[in-house]
């Protein structure tokens, strides 16, 4: 089935960077909002608080309507259970508000960037691509990379979620919490692993897009010549 892929392979402006290329390249691209993110990171430390204290206040609950039996013992609880449900909102909110702002902007100032090197092309470049397919990998590539933005600042804050859960969890019982994490290593591997697939899919799914989109701007495009020609 290796049919399947042909014509997909990488085009001739397309170029390989190391993990540590792309991560100095994409700071540089956050530089202008340090202090923005700087808020957002501690937003994201908040949340991750907040969302860990639900599920202990609840437990807390539990025991203390287990021991009393009195829905007043308990009302100090609940109240508390609200608040941090609230906060809990409001800063993932916050965070989701200003996140959109900044990726929007990084978004647009890299759009602009290859534009820019798309027009500094000379016309000899077009005659080897398709115009189409440069458009496509300007628009698609560029909103592939704010979502990678939201996925990881996601990530994040559940990684904060995870690490106060297990010191809650240590500070329970240790012998179990290590239990637990024992198939943390397993999880790590085949995330690992995943990785490197989903990078090699997604790019492979960037030149799809392009060579449909470039066919179509083509066809779209030789359409209104073949009618002035008509006429």
């Given at each position: 089935?290796?049919?399947?892929?042909?014509?997909?392979?990488?085009?001739?402006?397309?170029?390989?960077?190391?993990?540590?290329?792309?991560?100095?390249?994409?700071?540089?691209?956050?530089?202008?909002?340090?202090?923005?993110?700087?808020?957002?990171?501690?937003?994201?430390?908040?949340?991750?608080?907040?969302?860990?204290?639900?599920p202990i206040?609840?437990?807390?609950?539990?025991?203390?309507?287990?021991?009393?039996?009195?829905?007043?013992?308990?009302?100090?609880?609940?109240?508390?259970?609200?608040?941090?449900?609230?906060?809990?909102?409001?800063?993932?909110?916050?965070?989701?508000?200003?996140?959109?702002?900044?990726?929007?902007?990084?978004?647009?100032?890299?759009?602009?960037?290859?534009?820019?090197?798309?027009?500094?092309?000379?016309?000899?470049?077009?005659?080897?691509?398709?115009?189409?397919?440069?458009?496509?990998?300007?628009?698609?590539?560029?909103?592939?990379?704010?979502?990678?933005?939201?996925?990881?600042?996601?990530?994040?804050?559940?990684?904060?979620?995870?690490?106060?859960?297990?010191?809650?969890?240590?500070?329970?019982?240790?012998?179990?919490?290590?239990?637990?994490l024992a198939?943390?290593?397993?999880?790590?591997?085949?995330?690992?692993?995943?990785?490197?697939?989903?990078?090699?899919?997604?790019?492979?799914?960037?030149?799809?897009?392009?060579?449909?989109?470039?066919?179509?701007?083509?066809?779209?495009?030789?359409?209104?010549?073949a009618k002035?020609?008509?006429?």
């Amino acid at each position: 089935m290796g049919f399947i892929m042909d014509g997909l392979e990488a085009e001739g402006y397309d170029r390989s960077y190391n993990d540590r290329d792309l991560l100095r390249r994409i700071v540089a691209y956050f530089g202008p909002h340090r202090r923005v993110m700087l808020g957002v990171a501690g937003v994201i430390f908040l949340n991750a608080i907040m969302t860990t204290a639900l599920p202990i206040l609840i437990g807390r609950m539990i025991d203390t309507l287990g021991a009393t039996a009195s829905l007043g013992s308990a009302g100090w609880l609940l109240l508390a259970f609200l608040v941090f449900g609230a906060l809990s909102w409001t800063f993932n909110y916050a965070r989701q508000w200003h996140t959109a702002r900044v990726v929007g902007s990084i978004v647009l100032k890299l759009r602009q960037d290859a534009f820019g090197a798309v027009m500094a092309r000379d016309m000899s470049f077009y005659d080897e691509f398709p115009s189409g397919k440069i458009v496509s990998r300007v628009t698609s590539d560029t909103q592939s990379f704010a979502s990678v933005v939201t996925l990881t600042l996601n990530l994040i804050s559940e990684m904060l979620i995870v690490v106060i859960v297990v010191g809650v969890l240590l500070s329970i019982n240790v012998r179990l919490t290590v239990m637990t994490l024992a198939i943390a290593p397993l999880v790590i591997i085949a995330a690992l692993s995943f990785r490197h697939i989903a990078r090699q899919t997604t790019l492979r799914a960037q030149r799809a897009l392009a060579n449909v989109n470039s066919n179509v701007q083509e066809t779209v495009t030789g359409i209104a010549v073949a009618k002035n020609f008509r006429q």
